[in-house]
C-alpha cells in the first residue's frame, strides 16, 4: 500500500495520468499515515480572524483527532492550545463562546486566556508540583490577511514561507480588510480527498451543476502548481459567477484593490492540503475542509465581503442571493462527493483514466504523496 512503486501512474502527465487508487479514499490505514505526515506537518487552515474577534472569544475544534482551542487573549492576541487539561486530559472548553479563563470541568483547574494555569485545588499537598510547567500546551497559530493556521511541527517553515507566492499574487484582495458575515458546517460521508479534487476541477461542470452555473459560457485554464497552492484562473467577461446568472442585478460592488491575476476574472484556489478560496471580483469564499476518517468530513463554508461592502444599506437584501448561488452549488458538491464515496467503497473500485479538463487532480495527488510517503 505504502510502496511509491504503486502510485507510478498517478505521477505521469494529465494525459497519461490515472487517479489514486480508491483504497487511499476508503483504508483506515491510509489515513492514520495522511495525519501523520502530512497535517501533523504543515500549515492546516482555521478559517477567519473574525470567529474570535474579542477578547475572550474562543471556538473549539476536533481536527485529525485532536481537540484544540483557538482563543483571543485580553491583550487581542489570537493563541492556540490543546484541548486537554494537564491533569488527566479532560478537554477544558466546548463549542465556542466568551470566557474570562478555561475551567476543567473534571477537577476545577482554572487557566487564564494565555494558557497559563491560574489555580488547581486540592494540588496542595502533591510534592514538587510546578503551575508554571503545567500550563496548556501551545500550539504555533500563525495568520496571514484575515486567515489563521496551525502548525503542529515546531520545526516547520514559517507560514509566509509556506505561502510562497500566493501572497504577492492575490494580496490584492486586501484579505485584512474582508468581514466573516456567515460561516455554515456541513458533515459530508466523503474522504476530504474526494472534496478536494471535486472542487479543483470543471470536468464535473455540465452534469453537476448544470441547471445553475450555466458552464457552456466559461473559459478557463489550469495554472502551473505553485508549492503549496495551486489555482484554476477563470475569466467571465462582466461577471464574477458569485452569483447565479439570474441574479446578476443584484450583483455588490467589486473590490477596488484588486490588480493583476486577481481583478481578470474568478480565481479558484487551492490552499494545501485540503482548503479551497473561491476568490472573485466582489467577495471571497472558502470551504474549509476537517477529515473526521476515511469516510466523512465536515465541509465549512465562510463567505467573505470587503468592509465598506458589509457597511451598505442594502448588504443584508443582495447578500442573501450570494447565499442561495453558493448553498445551491455546495449542496449538489456536497451529493456527489458523498455519491462517490460510494462508489469508491466497492471492492470492483479501480483507478481511473483522467481528462484533459481535470489537470489539478493528479497535481493535487502528486503533492499528497511526496509528504504522505515514507522515504525511499
Known sequence: MFDRAAFAN????????????????????????????????????????????????????????IPLIIVRGEDGEIRAFANSCRHRGTPVADGSGNCRAFVCPYHGWVFRLDGALHSCPGMEKTTGFDKEANSLIPLRLETFGCFMFINFDNDAESLIDYLGDFPE?????????????????????CNWKVHIENAMEEYHLPMVHQATLNPKDMEHSAAPTSENWLDIREHHDNHTRSLLMEDLEHELPHIPTLEGRAAGGTNYVSLNPSTMLGMTLDSVWYLELQPQGPHRTKVIH????????????DFEEKVQYYYKRWDTTLGEDNDISALQQRGLSSPFARSGRLSHLEPLVPELAQWWLNRILPEG
Open 302 to 313: 465562510g463567505a467573505l465581503f470587503p468592509t465598506e461592502t458589509v457597511a451598505r444599506d
Open 10 to 65: 498517478v505521477f505521469k502527465p494529465v494525459e497519461e495520468a490515472e487517479s489514486l487508487p480508491p483504497w487511499c479514499y476508503t483504508s483506515q490505514d491510509f489515513y492514520d499515515l495522511e495525519v501523520k505526515n502530512l497535517f501533523m506537518r504543515v500549515w492546516n487552515f482555521f478559517g477567519h480572524v473574525d470567529q474570535v474577534a474579542n477578547p475572550g472569544d474562543y471556538i473549539t475544534i476536533d481536527f485529525v483527532g
Open 169 to 189: 499574487i492575490m494580496g490584492s484582495y486586501n484579505l485584512d480588510n474582508l468581514r466573516l458575515v456567515r460561516k455554515l458546517e456541513h458533515d459530508v460521508p
